[in-house]
């Protein structure tokens, strides 16, 4: 039988033949836990296809011990992980470890679990022979994705509970979620369903994750909700794949290889013919260029916001006009504020020169607290005694206000409201519905029942002013998705120059302008997703001859022709980055390259270099 197994060697990836013991005839089956002797020392694998004649000849060792009776893996997720390890240039261990849980032995002992049909004796199969793109279903007729877009006023979890409800009557359902608090919330609005629920997230006890990981090949109709890595989950009959908030960077995996679970997901479809629907208030410019070929099907919500623009007010945070519509809406209920950063003072000036403090390492420096001394936000070096660097004056200008030193404006402004702050490691869950001022900032803000009387976004621009290639696309998410909160007759209050298309966009909750504009804008500077990008973070001492080296493969006629090298360019302590980029056509090419590459460099025991295929920042 053929065994994936977890070598801890990087260019060590093939699948090895082992002998199986007649005592074990029975319980090997594809995608049992086997121990199996491996280079003097016991390690851990994966049957992934039982055959009566070995590939190579020699002797063979035989299979130590079966480690679970259960499968962790089928055929068809088997074949996921080995795909998903070509597309990314990692071994496939690196994905197993992320797609399949430890196993506990207190679990492993209960019998209730379905075993998943797999492959027997002498049936064939092709995993980890797969080559990059080839036996997938991209052409089948019934496959189908699209973009669901939310609408306002309605909680999102209560809306992806009414698309998995519909998507049941073709089968078992995944639903992918960011983090452990939209799993809670999208749990709580499938209450109602007839039929079985279960979460599946990297948070939960080890024991709990590991049986409701088993539970997902029961032969019964199904909801799975869970975080990234549920994306793997071997789900009996499964029909549909919801990716919610696909925009989100949570989606994206933190360890190597850095997957992101909306790829995998239409990996997944291609291979198994799932249908994908994709929701959230804007899409990603991924799923904005799918949108944009015919790809997938963008489903909006025609919806009318009362929205009012302020123009800012130089030096102050709330322009004049605007408080008489948040007086207003405290009459009706809390009003919700937005604020782009948490903190305090996020950049510290002089108040003589104005000159941006900075550190010695180069950082700029920041308040965290009132009253608290200067911090490097590079190195955390504090500046008990701060004095300018220019004229050696100590006087201090804060600019950038953060949400701390927002909340006492606003407490200010509007004396007698109780003052709710939603940020940093204090976060609301849910607030009551009284006149009251809430503060939060993204990804914090409460939910309250029945809305809020008014959502103020302030310094708005802030939100589109970040220096990374998302914030055009997070800026327009977050405001949707925060403007999302009113209430039937409330307003959303943008401190922003009316002139911005956001303005529109948010009145008429259409995107679509938003976002042609950003596509169009990335595809006359050739930036992703017009282009396959991926970065490599390299040892400083290794930097040039790496650099020098890839563009040497590419004169050489092993690179295509397509690729850009950007950097070296140091980024950290004793590392450097480099930023490829190549035409989509030639993205095959590039990332087999760099798999081969990062071989070489395990065969000659170097230390390995991170690679991260289609990063969510470059």
């Not at 629920?197 to 939960?204: A, D, G």
């Not at 997901?265 to 899409?283: D, K």
């Not at 929205?307 to 709330?318: A, N, V, W």
């Not at 004049?320 to 950063?341: H, M, Q, T, W, Y």
């Amino acid at each position: 039988m053929q065994v994936r197994v977890d070598t801890g060697v990087f260019h060590l990836d093939g699948l090895y033949d082992y002998m199986v013991p007649e005592k074990f005839t029975e319980s090997a089956k594809v995608g049992i836990r086997v121990q199996v002797p491996f280079s003097n020392r016991e390690v851990e694998g994966i049957i992934v296809a039982r055959g009566d004649e070995p590939d190579r000849g020699g002797n063979l060792k035989f299979v130590t011990k079966i480690l679970s009776p259960h499968t962790v893996a089928t055929v068809e997720s088997l074949d996921l992980i080995n795909h998903v390890s070509k597309d990314y240039a990692c071994n496939p261990w690196d994905v197993i470890r992320s797609a399949i849980p430890p196993r506990v032995a207190s679990v492993d002992k209960k019998s209730q679990f379905f075993q998943t049909p797999s492959l027997g004796e002498g049936e064939p199969s092709n995993v980890g022979n797969t080559q990059r793109g080839s036996g997938r279903l991209s052409d089948q007729p019934d496959r189908s994705m699209s973009f669901f877009q939310f609408a306002p006023l309605i909680p999102s979890a209560e809306q992806v509970a009414s698309v998995a409800s519909k998507a049941l009557k073709q089968g078992s359902v995944l639903i992918i979620a960011p983090d452990d608090k939209d799993v809670e919330q999208i749990v709580e609005a499938l209450r109602s369903v007839e039929v079985a629920v279960l979460r599946l997230t990297s948070s939960m006890p080890r024991d709990e994750r590991y049986e409701s990981f088993l539970e997902c090949q029961n032969q019964i109709l199904k909801i799975v909700v869970g975080t990234r890595s549920s994306v793997f989950a071997p789900i009996d009959n499964l029909s549909t794949i919801l990716v919610y908030k696909e925009s989100s960077s949570d989606h994206y995996e933190i360890r190597s290889p850095g997957w992101n679970s909306r790829a995998v997901a239409m990996i997944r479809s291609e291979l198994q013919g799932q249908n994908i629907v994709f929701l959230g208030y804007s899409p990603s410019v991924e799923v904005a260029l799918l949108i944009d070929s015919g790809k997938v099907v963008f489903r909006p919500h025609a919806a009318e916001v009362k929205t009012i623009s302020f123009t800012p007010d130089s030096g102050t945070l709330l322009p004049g006009r605007i408080f008489s519509e948040i007086r207003n809406a405290l009459k009706d209920g809390p009003v919700l504020f937005l604020a782009a950063r948490k903190g305090y003072g996020n950049a510290l000036l002089c108040s003589h020169c104005r000159n941006i403090a900075r550190c010695e390492c180069g950082g700029r420096l920041h308040v965290g607290a009132k009253s608290t001394p200067p911090t490097c936000a590079h190195c955390g070096e504090i500046f008990n005694q701060w004095k300018c660097k220019f004229c050696n004056r100590n006087t201090q200008y804060l600019a950038g206000r953060g949400i701390e030193r927002a909340s006492e404006e606003i407490s200010r402004a509007f004396p007698g409201y109780p003052v709710v702050f939603s940020a940093g490691d204090v976060i609301k869950e849910n607030v009551e519905n009284r006149p009251s001022l809430i503060l939060s900032t993204p990804g914090a803000q409460p939910n309250v029942q029945g809305g809020y009387a008014a959502v103020v976004i302030l310094d708005a621009m802030r939100f589109f002013s970040h220096t990374d290639l998302r914030s055009q696309e997070r800026a327009r998410e977050i405001i949707f998705e925060s403007v999302s909160l009113l209430s039937k007759n409330g307003k959303a209050l943008l401190v922003i120059d009316s002139d911005h298309p956001i303005v529109p966009a948010v009145t008429r909750w259409n995107v679509v302008t938003l976002m042609k504009r950003e596509l169009s804008e990335r595809r006359e500077i050739n930036l992703p997703p017009f282009v396959s990008s991926a970065v490599l973070l390299v040892p400083v001492s290794e930097a040039a001859s790496i650099s020098s080296g890839l563009r040497r493969a590419c004169n050489e006629g092993r690179l295509p022709d397509s690729l850009v090298i950007y950097g070296p360019t140091p980024v950290a302590k004793n590392q450097c980055k480099l930023v490829l980029h190549a035409s989509i056509s030639d993205s095959k090419d590039l990332y087999s390259f760099l798999f081969e590459f990062q071989k070489k460099r395990s065969i000659s025991k170097k230390e390995l270099v991170t690679i991260r295929v289609e990063p969510y920042s470059l």
